[in-house]
């Protein structure tokens, strides 16, 4: 099983960026996906969810409004498009499966917001 998350990288207040998150090993249309994210010496939150067929998702109040996930089953693959971007939401992002008790991360991916 692997989750590779990518797409994260140095980006200017007020800018975007996507992430993408590459599944295997797993039947990815079957689980829940999540994004979270953790900032340094703060708890991990989670930022975004999808359902499995991709037809109902939640955000955290800090994020919605600016960012959006999808999935793509045909290809493993869920995203999170950031927009707005400000200093707060420097973390590193991690991909997250779940189903019943099934549960796998990634290894997660930085993004840092600065002028």
């Known amino acids: 099983v692997q989750l590779v998350e990518s797409g994260g990288g140095l980006v200017q207040p007020g800018g975007s960026l996507k992430l993408s998150c590459a599944a295997s090993?797993?039947?990815?249309?079957?689980?829940?996906m999540r994004w979270y994210r953790q900032a340094p010496g703060k708890e991990r939150e989670l930022v975004a969810s999808?359902?499995?067929?991709?037809?109902?998702?939640n955000y955290s109040d800090s994020v919605k409004g600016r960012f959006t996930i999808s999935r793509d089953n045909a290809k493993n693959t869920v995203y999170l498009q950031m927009k707005s971007l400000n200093p707060e939401d420097t973390a590193v992002y991690y991909c997250?499966?779940?189903?019943?008790?099934?549960?796998?991360w990634g290894q997660g991916t930085q993004v840092t917001v600065s002028s």
């Open positions: 090993g797993f039947t990815f249309s079957s689980y829940v």
């Open positions: 999808i359902t499995s067929a991709g037809d109902g998702t």
């Open positions: 997250y499966a779940s189903r019943m008790m099934y549960v796998y």
